[in-house]
C-alpha cells in the first residue's frame, strides 16, 4: 500500500508532478529517510523563498485563517499591473487587521511620474476595488536602497505583531521576501527549517526580532494575465527589465496598432489624435490600416509580429475584442503587457488572447 509522505520542513504532502505546486521534490529524492519539498529545500540551503502557487480554495482557505489572527497584513501589488494583479475580497477576509498596500516593481514606471499622485491614484483605485489600507507605498524590489523606510512603516504598523505577506502569484513576493530575510537576519544562516516547524503547511515564517513572525503566504495565480497564456520563453520576453518609455504614436481613424502579436488596439473614430503607448520596451509596436489588420494577422504572427516566437503561435490563443468610448483621459489596460493612455473622445476596440483582461481606468498618469 502506498503511503503519503510528508516534508520534514512545512509538513506538505509530497508530490512528484508539479514543480510550482506545495510539496514538490524531485522523484529522485523519494528514497531518502527525511524527505523534503523543494521549497523547503531552497530554503535551507540558500536562505531564499520561492513562490509556490495554490488552487483558488486552497488560497481561500488561507485568507480565511487570516481573519482569525492579530497582525499587519503586507499586500503587495504589480504597479505596473494594478487590477491584473489585484486580490478581490481581501478586505472581507481579513477582518480587523490593517493593511499596508505595496506597488512593487516602482522601477518600471518613468521618472516622470511622481510619488505622491501615484500613491493617492493607488489609494483611489484600491478604494473602487474595495479596499481601505492604512497606508500605501511604492517600492522596488529588485532595486537596492528603498526597503529601509518601508521596513520601518511596516515596524510602525505591526505594533509588535505579526506581518502576513499576501499577493498574486508574479507581482514580486518572493523578490521581497528574500530582501527582507537578507535585511532582517543579516547573516546568512538565520533561517533554517527548525524556524518553521511542521505545524503550518502552507506559510513560511520569517523570526523578526521580538518573537513575532514575518509570514509569507503562498501566492494565488491570477488566470486573467497575460503570463498564464504565454510560453515562459514569451513571458522571459515581455517582461519588462527597466523603465518603462512611453512612445506616441499619432493615428488616423480606422487605424490598427499591433503590440507584437500579444494584442491589438484599433482605433476606430475621433478624429486624428495622439495615443501613447506604455508598453516594455522588447515589444514592438506595429501600426496598419485596420481594413488590412486581420490579414496581416492571419498571415504573420509569429514572424513580423512578435512575440509570441514561432515555435508559440500554435498555442496562443485567438484575440477576442472589446469596444471602448473614453469619455476623460483613461488608460486601457492590457493585463500584463501594459496600457494606452487615451484623451476624450476616441472610439477604440482592444483585443487581447482569450482569458486576458482588458478594461479601463482612470488614467494612472
Ligand atoms: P512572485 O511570483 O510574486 O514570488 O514573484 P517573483 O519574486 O518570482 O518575481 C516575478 C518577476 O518579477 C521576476 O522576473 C522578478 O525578477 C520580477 N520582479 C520582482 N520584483 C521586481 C521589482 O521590484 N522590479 C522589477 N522590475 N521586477 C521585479
Not at 8 to 17: K, N, R, Y
Not at 214 to 226: E, K, R, S, Y
Not at 285 to 296: M, N, P, S, V, W
Request: aromatic fraction near 6%; charged fraction near 25%; hydrophobic fraction near 40%.
Amino acid at each position: 500500500e502506498l503511503q503519503e509522505l510528508h516534508c520534514i520542513g512545512c509538513g506538505a504532502t509530497i508530490q512528484t508532478e508539479d514543480p510550482q505546486a506545495l510539496g514538490f521534490a524531485p522523484a529522485s529524492s523519494l528514497n531518502r529517510e527525511d524527505i523534503i519539498c523543494k521549497r523547503c529545500y531552497r530554503l535551507k540551503h540558500y536562505n531564499e523563498v520561492q513562490d509556490v502557487s495554490l488552487t483558488d480554495d486552497d488560497f481561500l482557505r488561507i485568507l480565511n485563517g487570516l481573519g482569525d489572527k492579530k497582525g499587519l497584513i503586507v499586500m503587495l501589488v504589480d504597479i505596473f499591473d494594478f487590477d491584473g494583479s489585484w486580490l478581490p475580497g481581501l478586505q472581507r477576509f481579513v477582518g480587523n487587521n490593517p493593511i499596508l498596500l505595496l506597488g512593487n516593481k516602482v522601477d518600471l514606471l518613468p521618472h516622470s511620474m511622481k510619488r505622491p499622485p501615484l500613491m493617492n491614484w493607488m489609494r483611489g483605485r484600491a478604494k473602487e476595488l474595495g479596499m481601505k489600507p492604512v497606508e500605501v507605498d511604492l517600492i522596488s524590489s529588485l532595486r537596492d536602497g528603498d526597503l529601509d523606510p518601508i521596513l520601518k512603516k511596516v515596524e510602525k504598523l505591526r505594533k509588535g505583531g505579526d506581518v502576513y505577506v499576501v499577493g498574486c502569484t508574479n507581482v514580486g513576493k518572493s523578490t521581497f521576501i528574500n530582501r527582507v530575510i537578507h535585511e532582517v537576519s543579516g547573516e546568512k544562516d538565520v533561517i533554517t527549517t527548525s524556524h518553521f516547524p511542521g505545524t503550518t503547511l502552507d506559510i513560511i515564517e520569517i523570526p523578526l526580532d521580538d518573537g513575532s513572525m514575518l509570514v509569507d503566504t503562498p501566492g494565488i495565480i491570477n488566470h486573467h494575465q497575460m503570463a498564464h497564456v504565454v510560453t515562459d520563453k514569451t513571458l522571459k520576453a515581455i517582461t519588462p527589465k527597466k523603465e518603462i518609455k512611453p512612445v506616441s504614436y499619432q493615428l488616423n481613424e480606422e487605424q490598427t496598432l499591433f503590440f507584437g502579436g500579444l494584442a491589438r488596439l484599433d482605433y476606430i473614430s475621433g478624429g486624428r489624435r495622439s495615443l501613447t503607448c506604455y508598453l516594455p520596451n522588447s515589444i514592438k509596436i506595429h501600426r496598419t490600416k485596420l481594413e488590412k489588420a486581420d490579414d496581416l494577422y492571419a498571415n504573420h504572427l509569429g514572424d513580423l509580429l512578435q512575440p509570441p516566437f514561432a515555435d508559440d503561435v500554435a498555442t496562443f490563443p485567438k484575440l477576442v475584442a472589446q469596444e471602448f468610448h473614453v469619455k476623460t483621459k483613461m488608460d486601457i489596460v492590457f493585463s500584463g503587457l501594459g496600457w494606452v493612455t487615451l484623451e476624450e473622445g476616441a472610439h477604440v476596440k482592444a483585443w487581447v488572447p482569450e482569458n486576458v483582461n482588458v478594461t479601463i481606468r482612470r488614467t494612472i498618469m
